[in-house]
C-alpha cells in the first residue's frame, strides 16, 4: 500500500537552525520540498566539497569499493570529530588527506618504477640472448664491445666503412679484423653488436654515429657496465624486484583495509554535512525566523513531534496538513507492504514511480506472479531446487537484491511443488517411474486442453481484476472517462462470459436478454468513455485473455522436455552416458523453466495486468536522512 | 496422408508467426537496448515492448492445438 503523507511546515530560530537541521536529518524522515538548489555555497561547503573530493579520490586510488564494511563504529567516531566543522577542522582534514595522498602517490609511483625496471631488463636480456656466444668469445679476446640501433644501413655496409676507416689509420693492417653479428628483437628492429681492438674504438663509432645508429645502452643502473659483468647483476634483479613488488603490493593492502572504512566513513559524513550546510541555506529566512517544509509519512507524524517537541520544546512552531488535491502530483510515493510481499515490489522498480494517488499492486503481484510461474515449471523436483536456490539467496543479507530474489524464488519454489503434486510431476514422469506418482488432477502432458481452458480462465480473472483495479484509480482520481471505459471493459468481458455460460447450456437460455443487456451496456460506457479506442482497447482485452494461454504452452514443452530427459537413459540404459545425457537434459529444462516462467510471468503482469490501471509519474519517497552504508552505491 | 497434412498444418501454424515474432523482437531488442544504454530509467518499458510480439505465437499455439484435437 501507498503510504499516505502529510505536509510539515517548520518554523524556529535561526540561532537552533544547525540543531534542528542535525535532529531532521537523525529522524530521517522527512522529504523536503525541493532537492536542495546548487546555489553558490557558503565557504565552509565549498571547503567540504573539496575534502569529499579528496576523500573519493583517495578511495578510487586504493580500488576501495566495499562500502559494506564501514562501521556504525567508525561513522560515530567521525561524527563527533566533526560535530563542529570550522576552519581548523577542515584544515587539519585536508593535511591529513594530503599527507595520504603524498604516501600512496609514493607508493604507487615506486611501484610503477619497478615494474617498468623489470620490462627494461627483460628486454635487455631478450635482446642478450642472441649475442651470447658472440660476447663470450670476444670478451675473451679483450676486444671492445658496443652494440648499436641499426636503422638503415646495412650492418656489412657498416662493418666495411669502419674497416676502410682502420686501414686509413693502419695500412699495414697489423691489428686484427673488426668482428660483428647482428639479430632483429622480437620489436623487428636490428641490432648489431661490434667487436674492435680498443685503439679504433673512436672510429667505430664515429662511422657508426655517421650512418644514424644508436648506441643499445643497458638498462637504468647497469648503463655504463660491462655487458659480461651486468648481466648475472640483471638476472639477481629479475629475482629481486618481483620481491619488492609483492610486500608494495601487501603494504598498499594493509593500508586499504585499514584505511579504505575510515576514509568512507569521513566521505559519508562530509557528503551529510554538505547537505544540511545546503539545506540550511535552501531553508526560507525572514529576520530571525527560518522556515522548512517538506512531506512526512503519516505513520510518523507521532514520533517526528516526540523527537523535535522534546528537542526543540516552545522553540519551534510545526504544523500539519493534508496534501491539497492540486498537490498530489507533488507528493512523493512511498510504499509499505508487509515484510513477505515487500520482495516484490522490486518489479515496480522497473516502471515509472507510481503516483501517490496511484494503487499499490505490490500484493496483487506477490499473489499471481508465483502463481503462473509455478504454474508453468510444475514440477515437485525443480521446486525443490528452486527451494534449495531461494534459501541460498535469501541467505544474502549483505546484498539486499539478491536476498529479494530468493524470497520470490521461495514464493514461486512453493507453487512449483503444489502444481507438481496437481500434474503428477517429479523430474518429469520419474516420479511415477520410480514410486507411481500419480497426479491429482491430471497429466498436462497427455490432456492439454483442460490447462488451457484452466489457464484462459485464470487470465479473465486478472485481466478483469486489473480493469476493476482501474474503476477504482479513476474514481479515486475523479477521471469520469477513465472509469466509465474501465467499467464498460468489465461488462463487455461479463456478457461474453454469460453468453459462453448460456450457449453451453449451463444457464437456461431466458437470461440470453440479461447478457445483451450487459454489451450493450458495456458498449455505451465504452463509447462515452474511450470512443472508438475505448472500443479497439476491448478487442484488445480479448488477446490479453488468450495470452495467458502461454502459461500452459510453457508448461507443456517443459513437462515434455523433462519426459524426453528421463527416456534418455531408456535408450541408453543405466550407464555413465545415459545419465549424464538426462542429467544435461534435465539442467537445461531446469534452466530454461526458471527463466522462461519467471519472464513469461512478468510479462503477464507487466503488460496484460499493470497496463490496465497502474498511473506513474510519481514522485520517490527520498527522505533527508543519514547515509546507510550498507545501502550505499556510489554516486 | 490426412494426419501429415494436419501436422504440417500445426507446424505452419505455430511456425510462421513464431518467426514473425522473432523478427519484430530482433528489432524491438536491437533499438530497445540501445535505449536502455541511454537511458537506464526505460529498462521496464522495454521489456513490455519485447514482450507484445509473442502473443502471436501463443495464438498460433491455440490455432496448433485446436487443429489437432479438431481433426487428428
Wanted: proline share 4%; net charge neutral; hydrophobic share 50%.
Amino acid at each position: 500500500m501507498i503510504r499516505n503523507m502529510v505536509n510539515m511546515n517548520l518554523m524556529g530560530l535561526v540561532s537552533d537552525r544547525p540543531l534542528i537541521i542535525e535532529s531532521l536529518h537523525d529522524l530521517g524522515v522527512l522529504h523536503l520540498h525541493e532537492e536542495p538548489a546548487e546555489i553558490v555555497p557558503p565557504e565552509t561547503a565549498s571547503d567540504l566539497k573539496i575534502l569529499r573530493g579528496k576523500a573519493l579520490g583517495l578511495l578510487e586510488a586504493l580500488e576501495w569499493t566495499d562500502w559494506g564494511s564501514v562501521s556504525a563504529k567508525n561513522i560515530e567516531e567521525k561524527r563527533s570529530a566533526l560535530s563542529l566543522v570550522n576552519g581548523p577542522v577542515i584544515e587539519s582534514i585536508r593535511e591529513s588527506l594530503d599527507s595520504f595522498s603524498t604516501r600512496l602517490t609514493d607508493q604507487k609511483s615506486q611501484k610503477a618504477d619497478l615494474e617498468g625496471q623489470i620490462n627494461s631488463i627483460k628486454s635487455a636480456l631478450r635482446t642478450l640472448s642472441h649475442f651470447g656466444t658472440f660476447l663470450k668469445e670476444n670478451l675473451a679476446k679483450g676486444s671492445d664491445l658496443s652494440l648499436w640501433w641499426i636503422q638503415r644501413t646495412s650492418p656489412a655496409d657498416l662493418v666495411a666503412k669502419t674497416q676502410k676507416k682502420i686501414r686509413e689509420k693502419d695500412p699495414l693492417g697489423l691489428s686484427e679484423t673488426i668482428n660483428y653479428h647482428s639479430a632483429l628483437t622480437s620489436g623487428g628492429e636490428a641490432v648489431a653488436a661490434i667487436s674492435v681492438n680498443h685503439e679504433f674504438r673512436g672510429e667505430a663509432k664515429a662511422v657508426f654515429t655517421e650512418n644514424d645508429c644508436l648506441p643499445w645502452l643497458l638498462p637504468g643502473e647497469f648503463e655504463g657496465m660491462r655487458v659480461d659483468e651486468a648481466m648475472p647483476m640483471m638476472e639477481h634483479a629479475l629475482r629481486d624486484i618481483p620481491r619488492r613488488i609483492e610486500e608494495i603490493d601487501r603494504n598498499f593492502m594493509k593500508t586499504r583495509n585499514l584505511w579504505g572504512p575510515k576514509i568512507g566513513a569521513l566521505y559519508f559524513l562530509l557528503d551529510e554535512k554538505i547537505e544540511e550546510i545546503m539545506i540550511e541555506m535552501g531553508s526560507e529566512t525572514t529576520g530571525e525566523i527560518f522556515r522548512i517544509d517538506g512531506w512526512v509519512p503519516l505513520d510518523e507524524k507521532k514520533r517526528f513531534m516526540g523527537i523535535m517537541g522534546g528537542h526543540f520544546k516552545g522553540r519551534v512552531l510545526i504544523r500539519w496538513r493534508e496534501p491539497l488535491p492540486e498537490e498530489w502530483g507533488k507528493v512523493p510515493t512511498a510504499l509499505k507492504n508487509h515484510s513477505y510481499f515487500r520482495p516484490f515490489e522490486l518489479f515496480l522498480k522497473l516502471m515509472p514511480v507510481i503516483s501517490y494517488r496511484g494503487l499499490d499492486p505490490t500484493v496483487l503481484i506477490g499473489v499471481f506472479f508465483p502463481l503462473f510461474s509455478g504454474c508453468m515449471i510444475g514440477d515437485i523436483g525443480y521446486g525443490i531446487i528452486i527451494l534449495a536456490l531461494a534459501l541460498w539467496l535469501k541467505g544474502m543479507k549483505n546484498r539486499p537484491l539478491l536476498s529479494d530474489v530468493g524470497s520470490i524464488f521461495s514464493f514461486t519454489a512453493a507453487w512449483s511443488i503444489f502444481w507438481g503434486v496437481a500434474f503428477g510431476e517429479f523430474f518429469g514422469d520419474l516420479g511415477h517411474r520410480l514410486f507411481h506418482l500419480q497426479p491429482v488432477w491430471l497429466e498436462r502432458s497427455q490432456t492439454v486442453l483442460p490447462v488451457m481452458v484452466f489457464t484462459v480462465s485464470l487470465g479473465f480473472a486478472h485481466v478483469l481484476l486489473g480493469f476493476v483495479m482501474g474503476m477504482i484509480q479513476g474514481i479515486r482520481t475523479g477521471h469520469r472517462r477513465i472509469w466509465m471505459e474501465r467499467l464498460g471493459n468489465i461488462l463487455v468481458l461479463a456478457a461474453l462470459l454469460s453468453a459462453m455460460i448460456v450457449v453451453k447450456g449451463w444457464l437456461p437460455k431466458q437470461l440470453f436478454s440479461m447478457t445483451a443487456t450487459l454489451l450493450v451496456l458495456g458498449l455505451a460506457l465504452l463509447m462515452a468513455g474511450g470512443g472508438m479506442g475505448g472500443l479497439v482497447e476491448s478487442l484488445g482485452s480479448i488477446g490479453n485473455i488468450l495470452s495467458y494461454m502461454r502459461i500452459a504452452a510453457i508448461g507443456l514443452s517443459s513437462a515434455i522436455l523433462a519426459m524426453v530427459a528421463t527416456s534418455i537413459v531408456d535408450s541408453l540404459g543405466v550407464s555413465f552416458v545415459g545419465v549424464f545425457m538426462a542429467l544435461t537434459i534435465h539442467l537445461l529444462n531446469f534452466v530454461l523453466a526458471v527463466t522462461g516462467s519467471g519472464l513469461h510471468s512478468a510479462r503477464l503482469q507487466y503488460v496484460e495486468f499493470l497496463g490496465k490501471f497502474y498511473s506513474g509519474g510519481g514522485t520517490q519517497y527520498k527522505p533527508f536522512s543519514r547515509r546507510k552504508p550498507e545501502l550505499w552505491k556510489k554516486r | 496422408m490426412e494426419k501429415a497434412i494436419i501436422a504440417l498444418a500445426a507446424a505452419l501454424a505455430v511456425g510462421i508467426p513464431a518467426i514473425a515474432t522473432a523478427y519484430a523482437q530482433a528489432r524491438i531488442g536491437s533499438v530497445g537496448a540501445g535505449t536502455i544504454a541511454e537511458k537506464p530509467e526505460t529498462a521496464g518499458i522495454i521489456i513490455i515492448l519485447e514482450a507484445i510480439p509473442e502473443t502471436m505465437v501463443i495464438l498460433g499455439f491455440v490455432v496448433a492445438v485446436m487443429l489437432i484435437l479438431q481433426f487428428a
